[in-house]
């Protein structure tokens, strides 16, 4: 096993140390147990020995026992990474034994191996920049081994860095009081940062950006209250948001995000029901428009202007529909399209005058056609159908009324 590769020689020379111990009727010698690393079992003889016997020559037993088995138990713990156990059990040994080149080896090799652990540690905090904690664990592996040259050399250079930092801090600091003089906020805060990335612990650094973050969250305020009096809510919005990122205390400005929160939602199912009438979605659209009028209070007028549209397209439609009729010379289904749609409004487009103009067609239409069966010749039918031909071409049956005729008065 490592551990009796380790110990047999040491332990030897414990031994050669010491007087010739006492031997045992019932079986080894303390010396002999020990070199069988049965050490528990050499630390409880030499015990009975010293309780039957308490002779110099057994309490030196005693001792090399107890040392035996404290080596034993700091090499366990060293050998599983408990070294500051390992090092207090060494050290308890080296009590004992204070001369003991032994126990000192031991005691070195322990506190060797936990500086060479604090200066790796060390050196990983240095590599992250960390240099105030990089020279903490330096120092640390510095009192279990002075002469560790390693870490001297990385706290020299660590605090170096670290007073470099400092005065980069310092500049940085300057630079950024110059820039906020000349009101640059955002060039101040910039550096105000660095400082206190380079020394946390910068008061006036701290301060300084505070101020800058509540003069820069002033801007965004103005900026937001430009955005809403124009009708950006979304901007708005968004500017109110980054004001209280920067300085949650502003006055008013929790309000003021509220609002343009509102808003903004209510411009969505502004933009929403404008893009369902585009759609001939209008159910859909007055739906969307209902729900966001109760948001508002800024776009009341651009709800209502919304709604009014809806209303202009479905008389257009209406509109349309009646044209279709009336240019198919269905006249008397176009007059109930358009008293449909004068219905809904006095007013639209010509379709007043159109449907004016219909019901004389319809009216004339019936009484040429009335007058026919009292004419008294062929020409004379002909005559009054051809009148009504001109501006209701479809009605009835005149086409072959009229083509009978022209055939009597051809032949």
Known sequence: ?????????????????????????????????????????????????????????????????????????????????????????????????????????????????????????????????????????????????????????????????????????????????????????????????????????????????????????????????????????????????LAQILHPSTEGLEERLEEATREATASDQLLQAEMLVFKGDFDGALAALDEGVAMTTMQTEDFELVRGEIDDEKNRIIYERALAYEYDFLYEEAIAVYDELLARTDYYEDSRARRGTLVDYVESAGRLYGEIPKAGDAQGKLSLLKQIEIFWPEYRDIQERIQRLEHTLGS
């Open 1 to 241: 096993m490592r551990i009796q590769t380790y110990l047999l020689p040491a332990l030897a020379a414990l031994c050669a140390c010491s007087s010739t111990p006492e031997e045992t009727t019932d079986g080894p010698t303390v010396a002999r147990l020990i070199e069988l690393t049965r050490y528990e079992e050499a630390l409880q003889l030499s015990q009975e020995l010293v309780e039957r016997s308490p002779s110099a020559e057994n309490f030196a037993q005693q001792e090399l026992a107890t040392v035996a088995w404290y080596l034993q138990q700091g090499r366990k713990q060293t050998f599983d990474d408990k070294d500051y156990e390992a090092l207090l059990t060494f050290e308890q040994a080296l009590l004992l034994r204070p001369e003991s080149e032994v126990v000192l080896t031991w005691v070195g090799k322990t506190r060797s191996k936990i500086a060479n652990r604090l200066y790796q540690e060390g050196t990983e905090l240095h590599a992250l920049e960390e240099y105030a904690a990089a020279v903490e664990k330096y120092d640390a592996a510095l009192e279990m081994t002075p002469d560790h040259q390693s870490a001297l050399r990385a706290r020299e250079l660590a605090g170096r860095q670290s007073q470099y930092r400092v005065d980069l801090a310092k500049g940085y600091y300057v630079a950024g009081v110059r820039a906020l003089s000349e009101y640059w906020l955002e060039q101040a805060k910039s550096r105000f940062g660095y400082t206190r990335k380079y020394l946390p612990d910068h008061t006036r650094a701290l301060s300084r950006r505070a101020k800058v973050d509540g003069m820069l969250a002033g801007q965004r305020f103005i900026l937001g209250n430009d955005y809403m009096s124009r009708g950006l809510y979304a901007a708005a919005r968004n500017e109110f948001r």
